[in-house]
């Protein structure tokens, strides 16, 4: 069982492949696109954790660690960045990374509120959270706008801003009852 392909109003998520490398290394080793992130990774890094991703979106799994290419169009015109899930011990970590010629268009607001749901819905997670360098207030306003709560306690320390939503909290906010988790 692999990962499965998830679709929002606007994106194809399809599950990170081998013909991604290139662009996950170009995200993921550009200093522009990280610095709201954290520090760019070193190339050899950055293909590493690409190949741990293709192994670990085999198992379909989402409680272990997942990575989704995010289209935009018919077809899967145009390619607008990537969205990972990174389990931690108490919380699924939401991650999204936006190409920039996407930045500003509310690319993370829609697939980390859609993320988080499908997590609750169908990974048995009780909590998700994001995080993001202090000076990130753009990301800050997505997390607001998503009703997620900053977080005390972040990992990676202070140097980052971290928000955090219940299942409970979500299922009042959006309304929906997520399936009992056996």
Not at 26 to 37: E, K
Not at 105 to 134: D, M
Request: hydrophobic share 40%; proline share 4%.
């Amino acid at each position: 069982m692999s990962l499965p392909t998830l679709e929002t109003r606007r994106f194809h998520l399809r599950p990170l492949a081998e013909q991604d490398e290139a662009l996950y290394v170009s995200i993921y080793t550009n200093g522009a696109l990280m610095r709201f992130v954290g520090e760019p990774m070193a190339h050899e890094d950055a293909v590493r954790a690409f190949n741990a991703f293709l192994h670990s979106n085999q198992r379909g799994d989402l409680r272990r660690a997942c990575c989704w290419v995010i289209d935009h169009g018919a077809g899967a015109q145009e390619t607008v960045g990537l969205l990972a899930l990174i389990p931690h011990p108490d919380a699924a970590e939401i991650g999204v990374m936006v190409v920039e010629a996407w930045q500003g268009r509310k690319v993370a607001q829609e697939v980390i509120g859609f993320l988080s749901g499908h997590v609750f819905q169908y990974g048995g997670w009780l909590r998700t959270f994001s995080r993001h360098v202090r000076e990130n207030e753009a990301g800050a306003g997505v997390m607001r706008r998503l009703g997620f709560r900053e977080m005390e306690l972040v990992p990676g320390g202070a140097r980052f801003r971290g928000w955090e939503m219940a299942r409970d909290e979500w299922k009042e906010r959006h309304s929906v009852t997520p399936p009992a988790m056996t």
